[in-house]
């Protein structure tokens, strides 16, 4: 497998940040979108790793060495996260918090399975990633199965009678989502009126809402992300139309609000329950906003995959994958996510997915 890269790839992939001593150090990464339309995720995974560094390295760090961080730029595309990946591999990293879209996690995977390197995302929902993936993938986030189910019952519990279109934005995470939660609303005797797939990065969707405001839909599913949902949402509004818009995790940053304004308001979308009002993050929480940044979606999904990493590399007086997959599959770790353990796929033994709301720009439970 190539692993080298044109100096131009290089610098547009992955980007080096050097924390603590050059000496006795060892390279853990994080990787994601920290450019493009969802760079407001990778800033949280960058922020969610830079902490947990800095918080283990004032400790001592792990194994008595000092961590180095190393950040990859995916920008959510499956080609340039096989190209941060290998870049990985060439650079001694050892462990990857990441990445964040399951259309680069899955690609990715393959090559840190072949380069024997440990794989925790906090962020990639889709099944494939840990179905398919190698003994080295985990997640602390959970599966678009398990936010299906609990969108689909929902949907068709509190929507009786009303008419439900399903859209998707064709990646693996958006389809994937918006197909789980069609799955169980089907399986609980529904029948959607519309499923329709659109394109990520377009500026206008006023011709797919006049298509859902003709045929009367009352409630949308949008299986995407933040970027287009918030601009339906928006446009729909603009158009004097105002159905009832659904949503996944993708949802949860401020950016959001930013596109939505007012439109925003009322927006429902399935999330895990936030680590942010768990009592053992508070320090950490507290930390995060004395230094003005609120760490929000999966800025501590990532801190937490960082804290299970280390505390499995403790256990075993070892940063060998082989040992580590054993011990995260044996053990419950503490961490700002709470106490988490493993099953044998990788998926996190954690709390499933509740309903959030957006009011007055934040969001919270729905109540």
């Not at 790793?49 to 990859?72: P, S």
Request: glycine share 12%.
């Amino acid at each position: 497998m190539m692993k080298t890269l044109s100096g131009a790839l290089v610098a547009a992939a992955v980007a080096v940040a050097g924390i603590g001593s050059a000496k006795a150090e060892i390279a853990i990464a994080t990787a994601g979108p920290m450019t493009g339309q969802y760079a407001s995720f990778g800033e949280q995974m960058k922020r969610g790793a830079e902490m947990a560094v800095a918080d283990l390295n004032a400790k001592g760090g792990v194994l008595g060495q000092k961590l180095r961080l190393v950040v990859g730029d995916d920008a959510c595309d499956p080609k340039q996260a096989v190209a941060v990946a290998n870049k990985m591999a060439s650079d001694g990293v050892v462990f990857v918090a990441g990445h964040f879209c399951s259309g680069s996690s899955i690609p990715a995977s393959k090559v840190y399975t072949e380069e024997g390197i440990l794989q925790i995302s906090p962020a990639s929902t889709n099944p494939k990633l840990t179905e398919e993936g190698g003994d080295n993938v985990f997640r602390t986030c959970g599966r678009d199965d398990q936010q299906g189910t609990v969108a689909g019952n929902y949907l068709a519990d509190m929507f009786k009678g009303k008419k439900v279109a399903f859209l998707h934005d064709k990646t693996a995470y958006g389809k994937g989502l918006a197909d789980e939660t069609l799955k169980q609303y089907r399986n609980r005797g529904m029948k959607e009126v519309m499923y329709e797939a659109y394109t990520a990065g377009e500026k206008d969707y006023s011709a797919l809402i006049s298509k859902m405001k003709a045929a009367g839909v009352d409630v949308f599913y949008v299986g995407g992300y933040h970027t287009e949902a918030g601009l339906m949402i928006r446009q729909a509004h603009e158009q004097g139309y105002r159905p009832q818009l659904i949503s996944g995790d993708a949802l949860v940053t401020d950016e959001y609000w930013k596109i939505t304004g007012p439109a925003g308001e009322g927006t429902l979308m399935t999330f895990s329950p936030d680590p942010r009002k768990n009592a053992v993050a508070k320090p950490v929480v507290e930390k995060f906003r004395a230094g003005g940044y609120e760490p929000e979606g999966y800025t501590l999904y990532t801190y937490g995959a960082i804290q299970a990493w280390a505390q499995a590399a403790e256990k075993t007086g070892s940063t060998d994958t082989g040992k580590l997959v054993a011990a995260l599959r044996g053990n419950q770790f503490d961490t700002v996510l709470g106490q988490i353990g493993f099953d044998m796929k990788g998926d996190v033994t954690a709390p499933g997915y509740v309903f959030y709301e957006w009011k007055d720009g934040t969001y919270d439970y729905a109540k």
